[in-house]
Nanobody
């Protein structure tokens, strides 16, 4: 019923930029907290950025000053602007949405989008 679709990933050189998008669809009343995670090869999935429903943001230390999470409540979408990319940013990036559904709150994951940073 509720789906999240990520886009914007791809190959990029060190120092380059990418903008990831996560668009939600389905029967939901609103988006609450939205998160971007990433999983590097042979690593566990880690939280990269969080944006709460009120707009406050939190970032993991390794991306502070380089990544910016934002949201468009009217479009029910969340974005991740990634600048000055480094090889260690390589991985699959996932969008996670806390939503208010028809009858209850719930959480959903996107399918992931690959980001590959080459030196």
């Amino acid at each position: 019923q509720v789906q999240l679709v990520e886009s914007g990933g791809g190959p990029v050189l060190t120092g380059g930029s990418l903008r990831l998008s996560c668009t939600t669809s389905g029967t939901i009343f609103s988006l609450n907290d939205m998160r971007w995670y990433r999983q590097a090869p042979e690593k566990r999935r880690e939280l990269v950025a969080l944006i709460k429903s009120g707009g406050t943001t939190t970032y993991t230390d390794s991306v502070k000053g380089r990544f910016t999470i934002s949201r468009d409540n009217a479009k029910k979408s969340v974005y991740l602007q990634m600048d000055n990319l480094k090889p260690e940013d390589t991985g699959v990036y996932y969008c996670k949405a806390d939503v208010q559904g028809t009858y209850a709150p719930d959480r959903y994951w996107g399918q992931g989008t690959q980001v590959t940073v080459s030196s």
